[in-house]
T-cell receptor
Framework: GQQVMQIPQYQHVQEGEDFTTYCNSS?????IQWYKQRPGGHPVFLIQ?????EVKKQKRLTFQFGEAKKNSSLHITATQTTDVGTYFC??????????FGAGTILRVKS | EAQVTQNPRYLITVTGKKLTVTCSQN?????MSWYRQDPGLGLRQIYY???????DKGDVPEGYKVSRKEKRNFPLILESPSPNQTSLYFC????????????FGQGTRLTVV
């Protein structure tokens, strides 16, 4: 079935360092969403990308959608302790079915 | 306040004892779904519902049932829970198909002993 692979599974960075998580799909996606889950919390929607090659920014977060609409990335510049949590990508293949990646756990050392 | 409410938040039960996890949303969303979250596996969809009386299997439906008698409620039923259903469960809703974000409930941590 449809799979969305997400790497790395886990990353531990020093505060101020950059962080990137990547998602790859085996098939073309109609759009991709990113969610953040704080420790002990629930996933919260961050952003949605729809167009091929689209790039969106939210303060220190930069989201990209690949030209082939099969991959995406989330980059955080100069991480802060408030960035800790698990970041999920979720690709939409058809209809309203969202397929989630396994998530990347981010820990930030201060 | 727009929200998705799950109950209970925590539950410890014994193998074979039927249980229901409730989910309710106050946003008049058509689409609702259930996920389970396990370490290293991310969020896997159990069942989803496109509207009242319309439900369908997700990726891991075995051992679960759902119903959608009203638009706002989407309970998850475990008729005979087993230890491999120990997990963190999330209910989510969204306005419909297409370019819509999912709103998640607070989660239910279930332990089956």
């Amino acid at each position: 079935g449809q799979q969305v692979m997400q790497i790395p599974q886990y990353q531990h960075v020093q505060e101020g360092e950059d962080f990137t998580t990547y998602c790859n799909s085996s098939t073309t996606l109609s759009n991709i969403q990113w969610y953040k889950q704080r420790p002990g919390g629930h996933p919260v929607f961050l952003i949605q990308l729809v167009k091929s090659g689209e790039v969106k920014k939210q303060k220190r977060l930069t989201f990209q959608f690949g030209e082939a609409k099969k991959n995406s990335s989330l980059h955080i510049t100069a991480t802060q302790t408030t960035d800790v949590g698990t970041y999920f990508c979720a690709g939409r293949v058809y209809g309203n079915k969202l397929v989630f990646g396994a998530g990347t756990i981010l820990r930030v050392k201060s | 306040e727009a929200q998705v409410t799950q109950n209970p938040r925590y539950l410890i039960t014994v193998t074979g004892k039927k249980l229901t996890v409730t989910c309710s949303q106050n946003m008049n969303h058509e689409y609702m779904s259930w996920y389970r979250q396990d370490p290293g596996l991310g969020l896997r969809q159990i069942y989803y519902s496109m509207n009242v009386e319309v439900t369908d299997k997700g990726d891991v439906p075995e051992g679960y049932k759902v119903s959608r008698k009203e638009k706002r409620n989407f309970p998850l039923i475990l008729e005979s829970p087993s230890p491999n259903q120990t997990s963190l469960y999330f209910c989510a809703s969204s306005p419909g198909t297409g370019l819509t974000e999912a709103f998640f409930g607070q989660g239910t941590r279930l332990t089956v002993v």
